[in-house]
């Protein structure tokens, strides 16, 4: 393997035209379902996959595209949902211009696709803007992978770039009828930029990937049994009543006996502190990390 193909990490302060991996989310406004609907399997959760519709299908075709436009930059994993993306991108050489210009123009191109649905989905059935696929695991790592899942579903990849150069060809159409102000004014759908998170140490690469893979699992469990994400108030507990977030029937269960006898332990791996803070997204996943390996290490 050559001197500039092995695998380096971006280092903390250096800029984003390096070597390194880039954890991209792209959010539709107002978090609307225009990418694609979940489906649960026989209510499993861990079966939950993501059916695209046509803005989804072209989205990851415009995410498959950029490594056409930048050889540098592999798509290393991403996960479609029904409102958002998410994509991790390697970025295996030196950049001219840096990850935030690559990823302001693929902006811009999901941009003009919104524009394109926008006015599609108000002026006929989705079923005409372009085929959806069928469901079709939301994530995909690596070429290999990526050639491979093309491979055994060969009409997704046809369907991908009918959807994106409908949608492209529409766009352009609308422009040169509507003129640019006009045009500019039409609703984007994705009005942000997406975010932009370097990853600078090798915990995060699996982290991250595990995270993303778990969305549609997430979305799935709190659809499901959404009594246990909603905020429940008043709850009585003796003499005092609480607020809370979760299955409030623990409290009647043997894992109330169980804290209360004492065989519950409570681990932290950070001194006390009684001042209040906020966790950040990066200590929660170490914090899932070090439970996963406390409970491999009880197991053996």
């Known amino acids: 393997m050559a001197e500039q193909e092995k695998w380096k990490w971006q280092e903390p302060g250096t ?13 539709i406004t107002d978090r609307q379902p225009l990418l694609g609907t979940l489906a649960i399997t026989n209510n499993d959760p861990t079966m939950a996959k993501v059916v695209r519709k046509p803005l989804g299908n072209a989205l990851v075709d415009c995410l498959l595209s950029i490594p056409h436009h930048h050889p540098e930059v592999q798509v290393l994993h991403f996960c479609l ?4 993306l998410h994509a991790v991108l390697y970025v295996r050489h030196t950049m001219p211009t840096g990850i935030a210009a690559l990823v302001r123009g693929f902006w811009q191109a999901t941009k003009r696709l919104g524009r394109a649905y926008s006015v599609l989905s108000t002026t006929a059935p989705s079923s005409s803007i372009a085929p959806s696929s069928s469901i079709a695991p939301s994530s ?3 070429s290999n992978a990526i050639r491979r899942k093309n491979q055994e579903a060969p009409n997704a990849r046809p369907s991908l770039r009918e959807a994106t150069d409908r949608l492209k060809a529409f766009s352009d159409t609308l422009r040169k009828q509507m003129g640019d102000e006009a045009y500019y004014q039409l609703p984007p759908v994705f009005t942000e930029m997406p975010f932009i998170r370097p990853m600078s140490h090798n915990t995060q690469l699996p982290n991250t990937i595990r995270y993303i893979d778990m969305n549609p699992q997430r979305l799935a469990t709190k659809r499901l049994k959404p009594g246990f994400f909603r905020v429940q108030r008043n709850i009585a507990i003796g003499e005092r009543k609480y607020d809370g977030v979760g299955n409030s029937t623990i409290l009647l269960d043997k894992l109330f006996d169980a804290c209360a006898s004492g065989r519950v332990l409570i681990l932290s791996p950070w001194p006390y502190d009684a001042n209040k803070r906020h966790i950040s997204r990066e ?5 899932n990390a070090m439970a996963e390996e406390i409970c491999n290490h009880l197991s053996l």
């Open 283 to 287: 200590e929660c996943v170490a914090l």
């Open 140 to 142: 995909s790592i690596a």
């Open 81 to 84: 949902m029904p409102d958002h």
């Open 15 to 27: 800029t984003w035209k390096g070597i390194g991996l880039y954890h991209i989310t792209l959010t």
